[in-house]
């Protein structure tokens, strides 16, 4: 995909600025990764959070169906549209073949949360997740166990990222290619368990969350313990 720096900077941006306490830690997550992958997790990521919000925001679930089925037919539709996001899935969609279907398959799921009572969206950031695997050449399912390890308070050990032997081998598993974001995911993940532990007090988007970025990326990932 041939995105330019200033448009990858400015998807990733959006998507820090994005009204969710998870979007600024997602964004770093990716920091490190080549500038048309930014491009594509910024966009993909920044549009669960807004399917999220399609689907959580209205009182009614027809409401939220219908919502979310705008977002299907700004995929589908030729017009010009000026909603920056929708531009962005656009561009990954032009030049990734198959990526409209795949997207609005994706969308599907959160549409199918609409009849569910809780209106959970799992399925639908299950299905991102495994996406954003496809299309960087990782396995669907490691990158659908780190983003919901990053993303819930799921027990640690069930996620398969118990200790920090687990966090490094995936770590030394993405050495010598550039895709370091499944094993700053895990570290995302088990930093939240860390500062959400009754003793803490920092919240998981402090100041500080770049330097440890930093240094998980360097090889000193996060104790759970």
């Not at 037919?73 to 920056?84: F, G, I, W």
């Not at 032009?94 to 959970?120: A, Y």
């Not at 974001?181 to 570290?187: G, I, Q, S, V």
Request: glycine share 6%.
């Amino acid at each position: 995909m041939n995105i330019s720096k200033p448009s990858g900077r400015a998807a990733m941006q959006s998507l820090r600025d994005y009204p969710h306490v998870l979007a600024r830690p997602l964004a770093l997550c990716f920091a490190f990764e080549p500038i048309d992958r930014q491009f594509t997790a910024a966009t993909l990521i920044e549009l669960g959070f807004t399917l999220d919000t399609a689907l959580l925001t209205p009182s009614e679930s027809l409401l939220a169906t219908i919502r979310l089925q705008w977002w299907i037919d700004s995929l589908q539709s030729t017009a010009t549209e000026t909603a920056p996001l929708v531009q962005n899935l656009r561009i990954v969609c032009e030049q990734q073949p198959d990526m409209r279907d795949r997207l609005i398959s994706v969308i599907g799921c959160w549409q199918g949360s609409c009849h569910d009572e809780q209106r959970n969206s799992q399925p639908g950031w299950q299905a991102l997740w495994r996406l954003l695997g496809e299309t960087f050449s990782v396995a669907p399912d490691q990158a659908a166990a780190a983003g919901r390890f990053a993303m819930s308070s799921d027990d640690a050990t069930a996620s398969g990222f118990a200790d920090r032997s687990n966090l490094l081998a995936l770590r030394h598993m993405a050495d010598g290619a550039p895709s370091h974001w499944l094993y700053l995911l895990a570290c995302l993940g088990a930093h939240r368990r860390r500062k959400n532990r009754p003793d803490s007090h920092q919240p998981v988007d402090s100041a500080m969350l770049g330097w440890h970025i930093l240094l998980w990326r360097l090889g000193r990932p996060p104790r759970l313990g």
